[in-house]
């Protein structure tokens, strides 16, 4: 769970990047758009291990951390359709919506967080 953690940070460190860019308005370069499927893959990564990683017996149950598991997984789920959309969006030409891309920021860190509970207290 530990290294699943660690993916999902080095995802995350790369978006905070991204959404650093974009909230000073700056047009995306190729090194940016590089760095966004840098991004996407880390967190899809992250996303498949989560979900093999709780695909296994685990005694998470016994310590009351199974609900943070299964929250992860749907919140990361959401997080992975969100950006989907930031990808249609570019696909098209277009500006992606802020809601869109705080709503993925916001589910994505939620998840994140969770993550690292697991791992601090598991």
Same mark, same amino acid.
């Given at each position: =769970?530990?290294?699943?953690?660690g993916?999902?940070?080095?995802?995350?460190?790369?978006?905070?990047?991204?959404?650093?860019?974009?909230l000073?308005?700056?047009?995306?370069?190729? *090194?940016?758009? =590089?760095?966004?499927?840098?991004?996407?893959?880390?967190?899809?990564l992250?996303? =498949?291990?989560?979900v093999?990683?709780?695909?296994?017996?685990?005694?998470?149950?016994?310590?009351?951390?199974?609900?943070?598991?299964?929250?992860?997984?749907?919140?990361?789920? #959401?997080? #992975?359709?969100?950006?989907?959309?930031? *990808?249609?969006?570019?696909?098209?030409?277009?500006?992606p919506?802020?809601?869109?891309?705080? !709503?993925?920021?916001?589910?994505?860190?939620?998840?994140? !967080?969770?993550?690292?509970?697991?791992?601090v207290?598991?």
């Amino acid at each position: =769970m530990i290294i699943v953690f660690g993916i999902l940070v080095v995802a995350a460190a790369l978006g905070g990047y991204l959404a650093s860019g974009y909230l000073r308005d700056i047009p995306p370069s190729n *090194v940016n758009r =590089m760095i966004g499927v840098v991004h996407g893959a880390i967190g899809t990564l992250g996303f =498949m291990g989560l979900v093999v990683a709780l695909a296994r017996p685990e005694p998470l149950a016994t310590i009351g951390l199974r609900g943070f598991g299964r929250g992860a997984e749907v919140l990361l789920g #959401l997080a #992975l359709g969100f950006g989907l959309l930031v *990808v249609l969006a570019s696909w098209q030409g277009k500006r992606p919506s802020g809601l869109v891309i705080g !709503v993925h920021a916001s589910v994505a860190i939620t998840a994140i !967080v969770l993550v690292s509970a697991i791992v601090v207290l598991g």
